[in-house]
């Protein structure tokens, strides 16, 4: 099976597009205000409507207020919402669109019991935990803390870059590999390079095994 890519924060439309044409399965968008990679709805409904067909778009939220989530599925065109925070599961599932639950990693963390509390995600987004973050840290966990099998897709985040993303397709076999600031020249600007490497990479990951 061929790993697919999610590239998450951008803010600029450009840099989206390039994601596109080097052959992202889906692009973050993140609505989370203390984060660098924060966009608006303005900027949000900009970068969708310049992507071409057979890009998913995914809106990251952290433990954000129903109405405002509303307020933005009524205005940008979102294919999955990715819950960043201490959502429960009840809260995930309000708003009829498929979503991911993401886990920052820790020894103590339950990933079988996860995946039977959120067992209608479309995946768990496993990334490294960080006490003063919900993820975009560039940290790296230990990818032995994962198991060897999870009745939901497992998207591996944290840390990752061109460097390592062989091996994460290798060791992990996991359903998708998600970046943010290992492809990006700052925070918030991707680098076309950059990107387009850490695609190479988990292509050639994958034709490997």
């Known amino acids: 099976m061929r790993t697919r890519v999610k590239i998450c924060g951008f803010t600029r439309v450009e840099d989206a597009v390039c994601a596109a044409r080097l052959g992202v399965d889906a ?13 608006d709805i303005e900027q949000a409904v900009k970068i969708v409507n ?16 129903e109405s405002q989530i509303r307020k933005v599925l009524e205005q940008v065109s979102i294919d999955c919402l990715q819950f960043h925070g201490d959502e429960p ?55 032995e803390l994962i198991p060897e099998q999870c009745a939901l897709p497992i998207i591996l985040a944290g840390g990752l870059d061109e460097n390592n993303a062989r091996q994460a397709v290798q060791t992990v076999r996991p359903y998708a590999l998600d970046v943010s600031s290992g492809v990006e020249a700052e925070k918030g600007v991707k680098d076309a390079l950059k990107m387009a490497a850490f ?11």
């Open 50 to 65: 310049a992507l071409p067909a057979f890009v998913s778009v995914i809106a990251l939220f952290v433990d954000e207020q």
């Open 199 to 209: 695609i190479r990479e988990v292509n050639e990951g994958d034709r490997i095994i």
């Open 89 to 143: 599961a009840d809260a995930c599932r309000l708003y009829g669109k498929p979503y991911m639950k993401a886990v920052r990693m820790q020894k103590s963390i339950d990933i079988p019991g996860l995946a039977l509390q959120y067992h209608d995600a479309a995946g768990l987004l496993l990334d490294a935990y960080h006490p003063g973050a919900k993820g975009g840290t560039g940290s790296r966990f230990d990818w």
């Open 27 to 39: 692009i973050g968008l993140v609505f989370y205000p203390p984060s660098p990679r924060n966009i």
